[in-house]
Structures are given as C-alpha cells and as structure tokens.
C-alpha cells in the first residue's frame, strides 16, 4: 500500500510518440525511440508545464523513449532525470514494432484474465505474476512519492499508467481499458495522508486538448467462454 506522510501531487505521464524498431533500422536501436512527431509532442509538453508547475523531482522508468521525454520536461525545470526500471511497460510478450491492433487485443486477453484468476495466478510472458509487476509498481511509486518536494513527475507507458490510474482510483484491474492514455498525455493524482487518492485529472494532451488526431477504432473481442 502506498502511503505518504504530506499531500504530495503527481504527474503522471505517458511518454511521447515512437518510432519502433523495423528490419531497416532494428541494428541501430531494439527499442522504439522518440519520432519527429513524439519530439515535437515532448517540447509542447513541456513548455506547457514549465508555465505551470515547479517540479521537485522528474523520473521515467528504465526505457529509452521514457527517458527522452522526461529529458525534455527536465530541461525546462533545470533538473536530472531518476530512472525508476521497476515501472517498465507490462511485459505482454509483444514484438516492439507489434500494432496498435495487437497491442490492445493483448491488453483485452489480460483484462479477461483479470476478471477470471486471482492477480498471483496470472503469470505474465517474462515468468512474472501479475501482482509481482503490481508489487514492483506500487514499490517503485512508493519511492518516488517519498522524495523531498509536492510536484513530482513521472514519465512512464500506457499500460503502467492504466494499471497505476485502477490503483489510485480503487478499481479493479480488469477495468484498466476503461481509460486511455494518449502519447505525452498528463494524469494529475494528489496523494494525502491515509492512503487516501484524488485523480484530478486523466489524459490531458496540452497538444491536442479535444483529442481530434487519435479516434478510437476498436472493439474489444468477445470473451472466451
């Protein structure tokens, strides 16, 4: 359970636009890296906050396309980036380059999953149960609301943040599609004493702020009987 001993107020972000990796460009990097589109994202993100808020502290999980972000708010507020891999993207077992398509039929199995099995019988494509991962997220978190200051960012991925959103919100885990989160897009969660949460806010996108560049095309598929 996290908990902390002041209202603290967190940022959570998902990071900016990719590139994946291709068979003409997978030897110079195996992971998606920021494209045009996601550095244009990244500086309007963080022009927007620098306006906004102080930050005390700006962390990212251990990936690359996190960590470019987070570099890019860091800079506006003249701050390091701490690195938090505990909080890397939900181990799906998915190529890097896989489909949105793809990515979210996976999302839709383990939401299936969720609702079916206890979170210890889930086991992951890396070996690992879903509550370890929870486990790890929720430690990883407890971590960074720990530092010193009230205005923390985080720099993380889609399912993390839809995981961390069930969490903060008290919901269970199969609901975790009932959010989106669009690339660079802000969550804001104040965080009080008593392990107490308020989600003030969910999947701001300073950049297109009535979401009119990603409509959602897509149906969950029906669940296995």
């Not at 990244?42 to 306006?51: R, S």
């Not at 991962?133 to 960012?153: D, E, K, V």
Request: aromatic share 8%.
């Amino acid at each position: 359970m996290i908990s902390v001993s002041e209202p603290k107020r967190l940022y959570l972000l998902r990071h900016a636009h990719t590139v994946p990796p291709t068979s003409e460009n997978s030897g110079e990097f195996s992971e998606p890296m920021l494209s045009p589109k996601g550095i244009e994202q990244a500086e309007h993100t963080a022009n927007f906050l620098a306006k906004q808020v102080q930050f005390e502290a700006i962390f990212c999980t251990g990936l690359k396309r996190t960590i470019d972000t987070a570099i890019s708010i860091a800079r506006q507020q003249n701050l390091e980036v701490e690195s938090e891999p505990e909080l890397n993207e939900v181990p799906l077992g998915l190529a890097p380059n896989a489909s949105y398509k793809t990515v979210l039929e996976a999302y839709s199995d383990l939401c299936q999953s969720l609702e079916k099995y206890p979170l210890d019988q889930i086991v992951l494509p890396t070996n690992i149960s879903f509550n370890t991962l929870l486990t790890n997220y929720l430690s990883a978190i407890q971590r960074i609301l720990s530092h010193q200051g009230t205005h923390i960012a985080l720099v993380a991925h889609g399912g993390t943040n839809l995981i961390l959103l069930c969490y903060f919100m008290g919901l269970p885990y199969h609901r975790l599609l009932s959010f989106y989160q669009e690339n660079c897009c802000i969550n804001i969660i104040d965080c009080l004493p008593s392990s107490n949460f308020i989600v003030r806010q969910i999947n701001h996108t300073c950049w297109d702020p009535l979401k009119t560049t990603m409509p959602i095309q897509w149906k969950p598929k029906e669940a296995k009987p």
